[in-house]
């Protein structure tokens, strides 16, 4: 008797508590607002949980300062390229995290850098910044990823599906010693 007492309990005990997750952020209306050398800081502490991200893939420990390198936002800052931009993504005036574009090899554009906050994530926030930012600029793209994540290479044809219709193609980098090659997806609009 006493056991179906115990279990009696644990079920109610388990339907009764709330669920473990909060809800979700708000995740809309999702802006993008010109960054600048004024918000090194936020750029800085997103590309810290960028390249965090990154680190799995790559292999990638942090310095013995607890950060992470992260050249092309350096470079960002630095203005070593005029032409390099960036955003930070905003949500319901939340950071929501940051994309960077820079020249394309030969011509045209790349996202150089894409982040989102992972509370963020699969619910339309990062393809409404990638639709947003690719926007800004019609002409030919080329944004690079890792084949490796099968959820980067789905967000990124459907951003490249959305940008121009069936006609982007992709092609393979060259595998580089220490970490994984990249994909290219490229396309016009």
């Keep these: 008797m006493a056991a179906i007492a115990r279990q009696l309990w644990k079920t109610l005990a388990v339907r ?23 918000d090194r800081a936020v750029l800085g502490n997103l590309g810290q949980l960028y390249r965090h991200d990154l680190s799995e893939a790559y292999r990638h ?31 319901a005036g939340a950071l ?11 011509d045209g554009v790349s996202i150089s850098d894409f982040f989102i906050v992972r509370a963020l994530r699969r619910c339309g926030v990062g393809r409404e ?15 690079g990823f890792q084949r490796y994540n099968p959820g980067v290479q789905r ?10 219709g069936d006609t982007w193609t992709t092609h393979d980098d060259p595998p580089v010693e220490g970490r994984p090659p990249d994909t290219w997806i490229t396309f016009r609009t």
């Design 16 to 38: 009764e508590s709330p669920s473990p997750m909060p809800p979700r952020p708000p995740a809309e209306p999702v802006e993008l607002r010109p960054a600048g050398r004024t």
């Design 61 to 91: 420990l942090p310095n013995p300062d607890g950060t992470f390198n992260n050249r092309r936002l350096d470079l960002f800052l630095a203005v070593a390229d005029p032409r390099q931009r960036a955003w930070l993504v905003t949500v």
């Design 96 to 106: 929501g995290g940051f994309v960077m574009t820079a020249p394309a090899p030969g």
């Design 155 to 164: 967000f990124w044809t459907q951003v490249a599906s959305d940008a121009a």
């Design 129 to 143: 910044a990638a639709r947003q930012v690719i926007a800004m600029t019609p002409g030919r793209w080329s944004i």
